[in-house]
């Protein structure tokens, strides 16, 4: 229904800033709420960010508070993370995924919550 492609990714040095994308395809994003996880080999997929379908209401982990930037355009079908101050331990493979929204606040930080995913962009901070 809904398929996703990440963008974005790439290397960095440490303190270097990268905006991944996310455009999606088949459907678009309204009535969807976004999120961005990351995993790394042997670790758990974790939850870094999401935003409701409104875009009114924006969540964090703590790691990336008031580093990383959660935005979406839903006229062009794409969301975005913006990440500044990089680190090494932000290193990951990061995903992008959707589920259809329970009103246009919600948001959703558990990738059990998530049905639609992408197939993940590569980012490494270099120290």
């Known amino acids: 229904q809904v398929q996703l492609k990440e963008s974005g990714g790439g290397l960095v040095q440490a303190g270097g800033s990268l905006r991944l994308s996310c455009a999606a395809s088949?459907?678009?994003?309204?009535?969807?709420?976004m999120g961005w996880f990351r995993q790394v080999p042997g670790k758990e997929r974790d939850f870094v960010a999401a935003?409701?379908?409104?875009?009114?209401?924006?969540g964090y982990a703590d790691s990336v508070k008031g580093r990383f930037t959660i935005s979406r355009d839903n006229a062009e079908n794409t969301v975005y993370l913006q990440m500044n101050s990089l680190k090494p331990e932000d290193t990951a493979l990061y995903f992008c995924?959707?589920?259809?929204?329970?009103?246009?606040?919600?948001?959703?930080?558990?990738?059990?919550?998530?049905?639609?995913w992408g197939q993940g962009t590569q980012v490494t901070v270099s120290s």
């Open positions: 935003i409701s379908w409104g875009a009114s209401n924006t």
């Open positions: 088949g459907r678009t994003f309204g009535g969807y709420a």
């Open positions: 995924a959707a589920r259809s929204a329970f009103g246009i606040s919600a948001y959703y930080t558990a990738a059990l919550q998530y049905n639609y």
